[in-house]
């Protein structure tokens, strides 16, 4: 069955910095695109970041320079690192691996 779980979010001051985890089960981890998308409050869903099993990277412009998608084939973990933050960051944080299967999320709050 697959899983993944989310952690990190939290409430942070507009500047710093955050890292988001994804904690992946049920599956070969290391076999999959694996992606951060996240929706704020009252908007659409907004794809974040991708990595796929190469180890490739992919940002939307809007974080580009920012965050740094990482995983950890080994812990079978993604991560998000972000940094810089700014109050429209604030949203609700998802790993998802094929746009089929979802966490359910961890929320980052980024306000002073």
């Known amino acids: 069955q697959v899983q993944l779980v989310e952690s990190g979010g939290g409430l942070v001051q507009p500047g710093g910095s955050l890292r988001l985890s994804c904690a992946a089960s049920?599956?070969?981890?290391?076999?999959?695109?694996t992606r951060w998308v996240r929706q704020a409050p009252g908007k659409g869903l907004e794809w974040v970041s991708s990595t796929n099993s190469g180890g490739n990277t992919y940002y939307a412009d809007s974080v580009k320079g920012r965050f740094t998608i990482s995983r950890d084939n080994g812990e079978n973990t993604l991560y998000l690192q972000m940094s810089s933050l700014k109050s429209e960051d604030t949203a609700v944080y998802y790993c998802?691996?094929?746009?089929?299967?979802w966490g359910k999320g961890t929320l980052v709050t980024v306000s002073s």
């Open positions: 998802t691996r094929d746009w089929n299967y």
């Open positions: 049920g599956f070969t981890f290391s076999n999959y695109w």
